[in-house]
């Protein structure tokens, strides 16, 4: 039986970790806030991107001169996971889910016979990977001291994928990343980025009026341009989701370990006091038996 | 004239600017061209320079590194890369930029990259030349 000054050290213990998860939720909001800011504004440019992106592609018909980095090169060989993580842990199931996506894609790759090479971006998706793929990776960045993701880091990312996809060093590049559904919901996905997934248009009116587009230099050019934008611009969404997503996971999960903690506090200073009550009882039966016996 | 248009200037991180401009002056891949309301539609890659905005009598000039635009007859959407208010720049940041777009420069490895990188550091001189 634990004394009761272990149950009271206990109970300190539990409340400076209720403490510190508390502050970390909060910490966790206020990021979220500035994350899903930063997501939202920028949407307007991927989607002037996709809507350009989408209405040259669907001109482009002959599908042989059309750029690789649209049609691919042909082959479907070597793929290029590029998975996404956070930096920094305790934000729930947020790093292990893109990483468990990533490596489920990865076994089935490698049971069709294909060739896998892996390119983390932060820390986290490397140290959960490393064990089984630690052959297969072929780069990696890492974010540690990063305070706000800016457009450089998702260009930067692009260069050297663009150069590997250049130098024939893979055939189809995919990216792992945890969509930003809501703060409760965050669900990896994975998104083919070469050769480009090009959204459908939609909208009927849009295509009939960019039919009548003119394109400067040349159709070809602008759409080899806009393709490598697209890229870094794809890569920049999924650091922003990312963020988002960690951010909310984080939050969500140190607001589960706040309550648990609030839980185990309650159940510890109900035992603490009984426990003293006892000994009291036990201290005043000794007392009124030991006036008995005179 | 016929009118104003809406211009909007978009970076990868935010909507920079959206205003209804009377003008806007592009640095097109191809040359220069002005765009006024109920002009001709199409696309064009930008090489780096300034974009001249005029809405209602303010002017307003911005750097633009690499991008392309998007020319309606009532709209004009510019997706940029960088931008920058050319008023607001610092020496510091013109110094900055100076020295990665010479560095750009002398890594260029094809004539498209080495002509961009060509204009940026003409533009970027001649608006340290102007702060100074």
Do not use: W
Not at chain 2, 31 to 51: C, N, Q, S, Y
Not at chain 2, 67 to 82: K, M, N, Y
């Amino acid at each position: 039986m634990a004394s009761l000054k272990d149950m009271r050290n206990r109970i300190a213990s539990v409340k400076a970790t209720q403490k510190i998860t508390k502050a970390m939720q909060m910490v966790a909001a206020a990021k979220l806030r500035r994350a899903q800011e930063a997501a939202q504004s920028a949407r307007p440019y991927a989607e002037r991107m996709d809507g350009v992106l989408a209405n040259l592609a669907s001109k482009v018909a002959d599908k042989k001169s059309a750029p690789q980095l649209l049609v691919g090169n042909g082959k479907d060989q070597v793929h290029l996971l590029i998975v996404m993580t956070a930096e920094r842990g305790l934000c729930g199931g947020f790093n292990s889910n893109i990483a468990k996506l990533a490596r489920q894609d990865a076994q089935k790759l490698l049971a069709y016979g294909k060739t896998v090479k892996i390119y983390t971006v932060g820390r986290k998706g490397a140290d959960s990977l490393r064990r089984e793929f630690g052959k297969s990776f072929v780069e990696r960045t890492d974010f540690q001291g990063v305070k706000q993701l800016n457009f450089d880091h998702a260009q930067g990312i692009a260069n050297k994928v663009l150069g590997m996809f250049e130098a024939g060093d893979f055939d189809v590049a995919t990216l792992y990343f945890s969509e930003f559904k809501s703060v409760i919901a965050q669900k990896p996905t994975a998104l083919q980025l070469i050769p480009a997934k090009i959204p459908e248009v939609k909208d009927e009116g849009a295509k009939t009026a960019s039919a009548v587009h003119e394109y400067e230099p040349s159709e070809e050019e602008v759409l080899g341009d806009l393709l490598r934008r697209n890229v870094s611009t794809q890569l920049f969404r999924g650091l922003l989701e990312n963020a988002a997503s960690e951010q909310g996971s984080r939050m969500s999960a140190m607001d589960n370990a706040t309550r648990n903690a609030g839980d185990m506090i309650n159940k510890l200073t109900i035992k603490y006091n009984r426990q003293r009550q006892a000994n009291i009882t036990k201290e005043l039966i000794e007392i009124i038996s030991g006036a008995e016996a005179l | 004239m016929a009118g104003t248009f809406k211009f909007e200037l978009v970076s990868p991180e935010r909507v920079l600017i959206s205003v209804d401009a009377d003008q806007v002056v592009v640095p097109g891949a191809g040359g220069d061209f002005a765009v006024l309301a109920g002009h001709a539609p199409f696309i064009t890659t930008l090489r780096p320079g300034v974009l001249d905005v005029l809405a209602g009598g303010a002017k307003r000039r911005v750097l633009v590194k690499s991008g392309f635009a998007e020319v309606d007859p009532s709209r004009l959407t510019i997706l940029a890369q960088a931008a920058y208010d050319v008023d607001e720049m610092t020496p510091a940041i013109i110094a900055r930029e100076l020295s990665a777009a010479e560095a750009d420069l002398a890594a260029a490895k094809d004539d498209a990259a080495q002509s961009a990188a060509d204009s940026l550091v003409n533009e970027l001189r001649r608006i340290s030349a102007k702060a100074a």
